[in-house]
């Protein structure tokens, strides 16, 4: 048996000929395509609000998104903001109960949802900006050209007249997303190690660790208490969390639809504007970076009870100032499927591997999914840059083509039209403009091996002063190897 397992991991190791790696059909670096596909935007304004439109084959639909600027909302209520998206359309409202909102949002449309989407503002081309957040509460329906009245109308009704007081349904909530958050921190704890690395070093990231991370589940049961000791000043929370988002001076419109579609309804988003509540108040934006924790040491362990770990470690490998280049992401996507997958999946027996590098934020980072090892994983992490290395003087002209072929097609990933308007708005409203994607496509087109060997160099500062982040069992974390990591343990459930 123990030369079979031998024999195995030699095979797991081997690399395949390349004599067999000729016989899959691939593409070349000439098949692709070297310009960026874009979307039509026309930026305008209706009555003081930004109203961006996207001429799109839409087959007689349109596609409304409703952005609410979330830079408002104090450090302190950002918890209730997932709770105030589920609200809006399960409470009811003044108008119609939870049913008949139901019915109503079932009937006339195609759906209403709220999510909240947090980005990082772009700066110069390829320079690492210093921080600063958007932050939008996103409301997006879609209805037929004829129906658009309706979702403009439902729309407005909930966010203006969405009924909170109603203590059991929203303790019930409560309690849902606590039980879902420990279920899914014990399922899906690569999310949640990866998060509490990023919420160190990121606004971005630390806004929605805010709203769903590893200290949600104790805020929800603190919450649950407080609705039964104090419902009243939950319920003011909420208002007042409505009376900060909900103003025509917070809001964004995206639309996206044939252009007949787009004259069709600008009878019904001047109706809709002008219903807006126009705040008299004095609202200044929050300060969220200078809110944000100051967390030390070398990192965190979360004890859950499971057999397998979820292990993280991240770091700046930029800072502000310093410039990055497109070809980054073709050695950050080869990373993720050929080191790690060998290292960590195929020999260490994790599910799953992975490694985020955000250029805009210079921050990098990798998670391993349901893993058994912890102090193994780590190893591998460190090892990257020397990887790294290797493969830049090893690096076969056919190795670089697939790795850049791979990295266009996540670029030119296809997408539906309501996504391409609501990416197209992110797009704008980061600051990322057609000529910078132009820009950074061609980086990648022009990457070499050079590349690998300087991002490998970047890589050094996660080896060396990488912050730990581990969601994992209690033999794991408490083992006297782990000991020396100096983590900050703690059993969250």
């Known amino acids: 048996l123990v030369e079979e397992t031998q024999a195995l991991k030699q095979r797991q190791q081997a690399e395949d000929p390349p004599e067999k790696l000729a016989t899959i059909p691939s593409l070349s670096i000439d098949d692709l395509d070297t310009k960026i596909r874009t979307v039509p935007i026309a930026v305008g304004e209706e009555s003081g609000v930004k109203v961006l439109r996207h001429d799109l084959a839409t087959n007689g639909i349109v596609y409304a998104d409703f952005g609410l600027d979330m830079r408002v909302v104090p450090a302190d209520l950002l918890p209730l903001v997932p709770l105030f998206c589920r609200c809006l359309t399960q409470m009811g409202t003044t108008t119609r109960n939870d049913e008949e909102l139901s019915k109503y949002i079932r009937t006339h449309t195609g759906g209403v949802g709220a999510s909240v989407s947090t980005m990082s503002k772009y700066g110069a081309p390829n320079v690492v900006p210093e921080p600063e957040i958007i932050s939008h509460l996103f409301v997006r329906g879609k209805a037929t050209y004829a129906k658009s009245g309706e979702l403009f109308e439902v729309v407005g009704d909930l966010l203006a007249n969405t009924n909170f007081d109603n203590k059991a349904k929203f303790k019930q909530m409560v309690l849902e997303t606590k039980v879902g958050m420990e279920g899914a921190v014990a399922a899906a704890g690569n999310s949640f190690a990866s998060g509490r690395i990023g919420a160190r070093y990121s606004v971005e990231e630390w806004v929605s660790a805010k709203m769903q ?17 104090d419902w009243d000043a939950v319920l003011a929370r909420l208002e007042r969390l409505r009376d900060l988002l909900v103003d025509r001076r917070n809001l964004i419109v995206n639309l996206s639809a044939e252009g007949k579609g787009l004259d069709a309804v600008q009878g019904r988003l001047e109706e809709y504007i002008q219903g807006m509540p126009l705040r008299t108040e004095d609202v200044k934006l929050q300060d969220w970076k200078a809110e944000m924790g100051k967390l030390e040491g070398a990192g965190e ?54 490694n985020v590098f955000n250029a805009n934020t210079g921050l990098f980072k990798f998670s391993s999914y349901r893993d058994p090892n912890l102090m193994q994983t780590l190893k591998t992490y460190d090892e990257t840059p020397a990887f790294l290395d290797s493969m830049a003087k090893e690096l076969s002209p056919s190795t670089l083509s697939n790795a850049i072929i791979g ?9 539906n039209a309501d996504a391409k308007g609501f990416s197209s708005m992110e797009r704008h409203l980061s600051g990322y403009t057609d000529e910078m994607r132009q820009e950074r496509r061609e980086q990648v087109l022009g990457t070499t091996a050079k590349d690998f060997k300087e991002f490998g160099e970047r890589l050094e500062a996660v080896s060396s002063k990488g912050t730990v982040a581990v969601v994992g069992s209690k033999a794991a974390l408490e083992s006297a190897e782990v000991a020396d990591l100096k983590l900050d343990i703690t059993k969250l459930l």
Do not use: H
């Open 407 to 415: 990295m266009i097609g996540d670029l030119d990933r296809p997408q």
């Open 301 to 354: 362990g979360f004890i859950v009870p499971t057999q397998v770990n979820y292990v993280g470690k991240g770091a700046p490998i930029f800072a502000p100032g310093e410039k990055t280049s497109g070809a980054m992401s073709v050695v950050s996507r080869t990373l993720r499927t050929s080191y790690l997958w060998d290292k960590v999946r195929v020999v260490g027996g994790a599910y799953g591997c992975a």
């Open 213 to 229: 991370g590893i200290d949600t589940i104790k805020e929800m049961t603190d919450l649950a208490a407080e609705i039964d000791s």
